[in-house]
């Protein structure tokens, strides 16, 4: 990304530079993965709670939107949670039925966040590409799970996910969704109203399709550390 948080595309070898212990690194290769043909696989992580009752409605549809501008090969998966952890819709390529699954969530009470991102991980150990992401749209307070924070993220970076936060409204804990995403090489956006969901949204998918491959080969070589 740039200074400003924007995708930078058409990246060569030449602007990227790889430094180990202070050393410079030869480079390969670097190349798009989308250019490369290489899907990817997301979780829509969406917090039902009773803090988010008064804007469901239109997360829904910026949620749905997200999942529409996604490539036909992408697979899309849906996890809606309060205290209770729904699947409404396992691993799979139907866009139309990730849309429908994300408009037929229902608003809850309580919030087990954590609980909800072990769910979606759990998703994602049957995904047919390695470029994986968990987006989640939460206000981040967390208040009956019985997984740690410390247990969520560790699992994700086992499992090579990304987790993508977006806190909604003025009583976020943005420290916590912060650390979730800067944990697992993801990204926290704050939404201060619901009509801001719909560009956040945008922003990720659009970094998730400007991803990219580098290969380098250590210049001190291999050793067991």
Known sequence: TDDRGGSV?????????????????PVASLQSAIKGGESMAAVLLFDRSGSMKTAVDRTKEAAAGFIQRLSIDDQIAVVSFDHTINVDLPLTVDKAAGAFAVRAIMPGENTALYDA??????????????????IILSDGVDTRSRTTRAEAEAEARS?????????????????????LAAATGGRFLAAA???????????????LHNQ??????????RDEA
């Open 159 to 179: 499992q090579g996910v990304a987790l993508f936060s977006i806190g909604l409204g003025d009583k976020v804990d943005a420290a916590a969704l912060q650390e």
């Open 212 to 221: 990219y491959h580098l290969i380098f080969r250590p210049a001190f070589g």
């Open 9 to 25: 595309i058409g990246l060569t070898d030449r602007e990227i530079s790889v430094v180990c212990d202070g050393a410079a690194q």
């Open 193 to 207: 109203r619901p009509e801001d969901l719909l560009a956040l949204y945008q922003t990720i998918g659009d970094q």
């Open 117 to 134: 991102i072990r769910e979606g991980l759990a998703q994602l150990r049957s995904a047919s590409t390695k470029r994986l992401a968990l």
